[in-house]
């Protein structure tokens, strides 16, 4: 990760009196280097992240379920000359397996998708979930929102980061939302501690994980 160095320039300040040249200087300002970026994301061989699951209804309220998954980084692998991790990540649908890597603040996978947890509030991809060619579900974006907002887990309160995706319901499905909100929760150092799972379109309520324990080098 890169580090940005703040640098002061040194004024000589020159005073002339009657009888001598003075000349004296301002004492010089240390170089200040600011923090390096968090690592929110945690990619290191043999890191584990426990969740518990619940389902949260459409007032918010979040039921414990009896369900857990582990979810861990299980090997690396070279592709196009950079390193990418293999994650373990149970789903909902499709593969549980994720390709990615990290460059400072960016999540990057085998496809070059990107994505930046600094881009605060700006749209970074967009497109539309269908049930056919002539139905369309939801118009979807995703953009990080939320920075510093404390998230409670079983494992405790995170300042997190939120990439989310919001899923603009067309009318003809607006029976239980107008839209649902799909989130993902980042803990520098940890990673993600809450996590709305694959979006089922039908049931008034969502499915999310929550962090119960870790381990991360």
């Known amino acids: 990760m890169s580090k940005i160095y703040l640098i002061l320039s040194l004024f000589l300040i020159v005073l002339v009196s009657c009888k001598k040249d003075t ?58 000359n950079k390193t990418f991790y293999k994650l373990y990540r149970p789903n909902s649908w499709g593969s549980s397996y994720i390709i990615t890597r990290d460059s400072s603040t960016c999540l990057i996978n085998q496809w070059g998708g990107v994505f930046s947890l600094t881009n605060y509030n700006n749209i970074y991809n967009s497109g539309y979930s269908t049930a056919s060619p002539g139905d369309t579900i939801a118009k979807v974006i995703l953009k990080v929102v939320s920075k510093d907002s404390l998230v409670s887990t079983p494992a405790g309160v995170f300042a997190t980061t939120n990439d989310q995706a919001i899923h603009y319901m067309y009318p003809a499905w607006r029976q239980y939302y107008r839209a649902i909100y799909s989130n ?9 501690v809450l996590e709305t799972l694959n979006i089922i379109y039908g049931p008034p309520y969502t499915t999310e994980r929550r962090l119960v324990r870790y381990h991360v080098n």
């Not at 993902?184 to 993600?192: D, L, P, Q, R, S």
């Open 23 to 80: 000349i004296t200087a301002e004492e010089p300002t240390p170089f200040v280097e600011q923090p390096a970026t968090p690592d929110y994301f945690k990619l290191a061989v043999g890191n584990y992240w426990v969740y518990q699951r619940f389902q949260v209804d459409t007032d918010g309220v979040a039921t414990p379920q009896n369900n857990y998954d582990s979810c861990y980084v299980e090997k690396d692998t070279i592709i196009n």
């Open 184 to 192: 993902k929760c980042y803990a520098a150092g940890v990673g993600i």
